[in-house]
């Protein structure tokens, strides 16, 4: 059965940093675009990162510099590095694939989530 699954999420105070890991199975991400959504408390899931098929990054504006989203094809994972964390940074983050060269719906496949908490 094809999935993704996230980890990595935790408790981190502010200026903290948390690495979160989107492992496949079941299919290769290697032809997928492979995107990182934000959803905070009360608010709609947004995309925050998106790694194309072609293994170029994409952030959106609030996160570059200090989010970084890599692959790594031999484990069949997308990892998002998140350092300087801020409080407005917490919720739930979702991994999402999608059989396209960019990060544009529907996806095929969602994780169900990991639990970030920026606080002091």
């Known amino acids: 059965q094809a999935q993704l699954a996230e980890s990595g999420g935790g408790l981190v105070q502010p200026g903290g940093s948390l690495r979160l890991s989107c492992a496949a199975s079941?299919?290769?991400?290697?032809?997928?675009?492979i995107g990182w959504f934000h959803q905070a408390p009360g608010e709609v899931r947004e995309g925050v990162s998106c790694m194309f098929s072609d293994g170029s990054p994409y952030y959106v504006d609030s996160v570059k510099g200090r989010f970084t989203i890599s692959r790594d094809n031999a484990k069949n994972a997308v990892y998002l590095q998140m350092n300087s964390l801020k409080p407005e940074d917490t919720g739930v983050y979702y991994c999402?694939?999608?059989?396209?060269?960019?990060?544009?719906?529907?996806?095929?496949?969602w994780g169900q989530g990991t639990q970030v908490t920026v606080s002091s």
């Open positions: 999402a694939a999608v059989m396209k060269r960019v990060c544009e719906g529907p996806y095929a496949y």
């Open positions: 079941g299919f290769s991400l290697e032809t997928y675009a």
